[in-house]
């Protein structure tokens, strides 16, 4: 299945960097942008309790590896998007706390 995720942040990254201040710097820059445009994406739904996939099913829809997908959650929850339910890694679902309207305004 293509990285369609992935291969969208790289092309709109190149596409605007016409400095190279603007391009990521590295990997887990492109891979957090990754992480938040798909958590914006669900968080612009009209659930209101919506809680993320398992990072597991996430590194695979994305493309990117579990490592990498924590890495980029653990950012997002410092920023306030999401929290963290649960202490083991195997069972701890993250609850997406963005509202809606600042969830389409990342869109």
Request: aromatic share 8%; no cysteine.
């Amino acid at each position: 299945m293509p990285n369609l995720y992935v291969a969208e942040a790289d092309f709109g990254m190149q596409a605007e960097a016409g400095q190279d201040e603007e391009y990521p710097k590295d990997k887990e820059d492109v891979h957090y942008a990754v992480v938040k445009k798909f958590v914006a994406e669900i968080a612009s739904g009209d659930d209101e309790e919506v809680y993320l996939p398992t990072l597991r099913d996430m590194s695979q829809r994305l493309g990117i590896s579990t490592k990498d997908v924590h890495e980029a959650l653990k950012a997002l929850a410092a920023e306030g998007w999401i929290e963290k339910a649960g202490e083991s890694p195997r069972t701890a679902r993250y609850k997406i706390l963005l509202p809606q309207e600042k969830a389409i305004e990342e869109l």
